[in-house]
């Protein structure tokens, strides 16, 4: 982590415990559009993703929260939390018992905040910059996802991936908040979490988060 990260996430976030799962304390944004408008100016000189790693979506709260209820889910477990975002749901595993958790993120700023976040939680977790769509991760019991059916077309690689990773013996757990590219195929219910959040992220004051079990889709 360069030491321009860590002072740049010191001086747009705070610490916060999230609404559904304040086991927990994390670094996060508690102004959307300043921070929107800030990073979009590193964007210009850095080609940075926006800053969604400042925010604890309800679909990473909703995962973390399921994995506190039920623990038993990850643990002695070798988890990857996929698009972990502020690694919310990677820190709820790990202090649920997991063995292992790699937390796998597109964006070097979000590595940097994760690393923050687990430092602070006392937990230590793994970080990944890259994925191959193209076959199975291996070595993890477990893969969980929080809110990564926004987009159709990433939604499509996902799901195809994550469908590689079932056919090669690995668990799926998916958490949705009611986004419009979700399969309807292969999911089973597991638990639903209503999840406080705010109007500068969502179009709603909460949201109904669901946590999924993925199969292979039927035939």
């Not at 975002?85 to 990677?90: F, I, N, P, S, T």
């Not at 820190?91 to 018992?97: D, E, V």
């Amino acid at each position: 982590m360069s030491d321009e990260a860590r002072a740049f996430i010191l001086a747009q976030t705070i610490l916060t415990q999230p609404s559904a799962v304040p086991e927990l304390t994390l670094y996060l944004a508690t102004e959307v559009t300043p921070l929107w408008q800030m990073t979009e100016e590193r964007m210009k000189k850095n080609d940075l993703p926006p800053p969604y790693w400042a925010f604890a979506w309800p679909g990473g709260q909703g995962m973390a929260r399921y994995i506190l209820d039920h623990p038993e889910v990850v643990r002695g477990k070798r988890i990857l939390d996929f698009a972990a975002g502020c690694g919310v749901a990677a820190i709820a595993a790990m202090k649920a018992g997991a063995k292992s958790v790699v937390a796998a993120e597109i964006d070097p700023m979000a590595i940097a905040a994760i690393k923050m976040n687990a430092a602070y939680n006392n937990v230590e977790i793994g970080t990944s910059d890259e994925i191959n769509f193209e076959k199975a991760y291996k070595d993890v019991d477990l893969i969980i996802a929080g809110d990564v059916c926004y987009q159709q077309a990433m939604a499509a690689k996902m799901m195809r991936w994550l469908w590689y990773c079932i056919a090669a013996g690995t668990r799926v757990l998916l958490a949705d908040p009611g986004r419009a590219y979700i399969p309807h195929d292969g999911l089973t219910e597991l638990a639903r979490y209503e999840v406080p959040t705010s109007r500068d992220l969502e179009d709603r004051d909460s949201r109904m988060v669901v946590i999924w079990n993925v199969d292979l889709p039927k035939e």
